[in-house]
């Protein structure tokens, strides 16, 4: 069942949207903030409380890549690898990172800290290239200027 906070939150969203099913992205990513990521019951208590089907809502899930269906670690580094990031140098920005945490793209480290994750153009290709930590973009990337902006991130 979506907690009190949870319920609040999403209908606060609904006066935005011109239907409760088109509020469901913004629903998940709230279920995500409070519990990390979206389980098959969170997809359930979200769908009976906007009166969609969870095989709708695992759709949309699908699509929209920055909501987690399976548990992430506690900090995610998304690692551009569209055309412009590619071009730059995003396989030495990940190559570097997966050997230093020693977790592939996709996976977790051991320890739960970081979810490596590719991710499609942020936006930013005249920085590239670029990765994003949690909601934080870095831009003009080298490996090693990489690897230490890990390090901030505890
Ligand atoms: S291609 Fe990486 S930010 Fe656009």
Not at 26 to 50: C, N, P, T, Y
């Amino acid at each position: 069942m979506l907690s009190p906070e949870e319920q609040r939150e999403i209908e606060a969203e609904l006066p935005h949207y011109p239907t409760k099913q088109a509020v469901s992205i913004d629903a998940m990513k709230i279920v995500q903030k409070h519990r990390g990521w979206v389980s098959d019951e969170a997809l359930e208590d979200i769908g009976k409380f906007l009166g969609m089907s969870t095989s709708d809502l695992d759709g949309v899930a699908t699509f929209y890549n920055l909501i987690f269906r399976k548990p992430v670690g506690r900090h995610v580094v998304y690692i551009c690898d569209s055309v412009s990031c590619w071009i730059m140098g995003a396989t030495s920005i990940s190559d570097r990172l997966t050997a230093r945490c020693g977790a592939r793209l996709g996976e977790s480290t051991a320890d739960g800290r970081f979810t490596l994750l590719p991710i499609v153009c942020l936006g930013a290709c005249d920085h590239a290239p670029v990765m994003m930590v949690d909601d934080d973009l870095h831009l003009d990337l080298e490996p090693a200027k990489a690897e230490d902006i890990l390090d901030r991130y505890k």
